[in-house]
C-alpha cells in the first residue's frame, strides 16, 4: 500500500513540476503581467541575495529588470508529503541559462522551488518559497 501511496504522490509532483516550469518560464520571458498569480501573498523568494516577500512584490521587482530569456535546461521534482487531500507539497529545483536584454552573454542559474497545492485544487499549484542565484561562470 505504501508503494502505490508513495508513487501516486511521484506522478502528482512530477506532473505539477512539469507543468510549472512549461508555465512559468514563458510567463518570466514574455508575460510579465501574470507573474504574482504565481506565488502564495506571503511567499517567501530570494532573488540572487535580494529577500522578497509575495509574489506583487516579486513582479514590481521583476518589472524592473531588463528583457529576459530563460532556458531551462533541467528540472526535477519530489514529493514532500502527502498533504492529506490527495496532494503534496512539491520540491522543485530547476537550472538552465539566461540572457537578460540585448547582452549576447548567456548565464547559467539555479532555482528551486516549494509549491504548495491550492486549496481544495489537487493539481493547481502556487510557489510558497523560492530561491534564485546566477551562477558565474
Not at 506522478?11 to 506565488?39: G, M, Q
Not at 518589472?63 to 533541467?74: F, G
Not at 547559467?108 to 509549491?115: A, N, Y
Given at each position: 500500500?505504501?508503494?502505490?501511496?508513495?508513487?501516486?504522490?511521484?506522478?502528482?509532483?512530477?506532473?505539477?513540476?512539469?507543468?510549472?516550469?512549461?508555465?512559468?518560464?514563458?510567463?518570466?520571458?514574455?508575460?510579465?503581467?501574470?507573474?504574482?498569480?504565481?506565488?502564495?501573498p506571503?511567499a517567501?523568494?530570494?532573488?540572487?541575495?535580494?529577500?522578497?516577500?509575495?509574489?506583487?512584490d516579486?513582479?514590481?521587482?521583476?518589472?524592473?529588470?531588463?528583457?529576459?530569456?530563460?532556458?531551462?535546461?533541467?528540472?526535477?521534482?519530489?514529493?514532500?508529503?502527502?498533504?492529506?487531500?490527495?496532494?503534496?507539497?512539491?520540491?522543485?529545483?530547476?537550472?538552465?541559462?539566461?540572457?537578460?536584454?540585448?547582452?549576447?552573454?548567456?548565464?547559467?542559474?539555479?532555482?528551486?522551488?516549494?509549491?504548495?497545492?491550492?486549496?481544495?485544487?489537487?493539481?493547481?499549484?502556487?510557489?510558497?518559497?523560492?530561491?534564485?542565484?546566477?551562477?558565474?561562470?
Amino acid at each position: 500500500m505504501q508503494a502505490t501511496k508513495d508513487s501516486s504522490l511521484i506522478k502528482i509532483a512530477t506532473d505539477a513540476a512539469r507543468r510549472f516550469v512549461e508555465s512559468y518560464y514563458p510567463a518570466l520571458n514574455d508575460n510579465r503581467s501574470y507573474l504574482d498569480s504565481y506565488y502564495h501573498p506571503n511567499a517567501a523568494i530570494v532573488w540572487n541575495g535580494n529577500p522578497i516577500t509575495g509574489g506583487m512584490d516579486f513582479a514590481t521587482f521583476f518589472a524592473t529588470m531588463p528583457t529576459s530569456h530563460y532556458d531551462v535546461q533541467s528540472f526535477d521534482a519530489h514529493p514532500m508529503g502527502s498533504d492529506g487531500m490527495g496532494s503534496c507539497s512539491v520540491v522543485l529545483s530547476v537550472s538552465g541559462v539566461v540572457k537578460y536584454g540585448e547582452n549576447k552573454e548567456q548565464r547559467g542559474f539555479s532555482e528551486t522551488f516549494v509549491l504548495k497545492p491550492e486549496l481544495g485544487q489537487v493539481a493547481k499549484f502556487k510557489i510558497s518559497a523560492q530561491g534564485f542565484r546566477l551562477v558565474s561562470g
